[in-house]
């Protein structure tokens, strides 16, 4: 399975949504809360979700290079094999 990451809100519905399902389904991931950095890593951890998504827009789901953005379960599904 490729490496996942997902970059999240820690207040953002969406990204609970997200994270719930993929722990659900046994997913390994790594999880940023974007929100939640510490302020000296945070414009690097900005960057990087820029990387995937210009829109800098929440969550942001990347499954090797494949990126989802918003939770959306089908298209998951699909990239995962689930």
Do not use: W
């Not at 809100?9 to 993929?22: A, D, E, G, Q, V």
């Not at 390994?28 to 829109?55: F, G, M, T, W």
């Amino acid at each position: 399975m490729p490496p996942i990451k997902l970059f999240a809100l820690s207040t953002c519905s969406h990204c609970k949504n997200t994270r719930k399902f993929l722990d659900e389904n046994q997913v390994h991931y790594d999880c940023v809360e974007v929100d939640l950095c510490p302020l000296d890593q945070k414009d690097e951890v900005i960057a990087e979700v820029r990387k995937y998504n210009p829109s800098l827009s929440f969550p942001t789901l990347v499954i090797g290079d494949k990126v989802i953005v918003g939770f959306k379960e089908k298209e998951i599904r699909e990239l995962l094999g689930l």
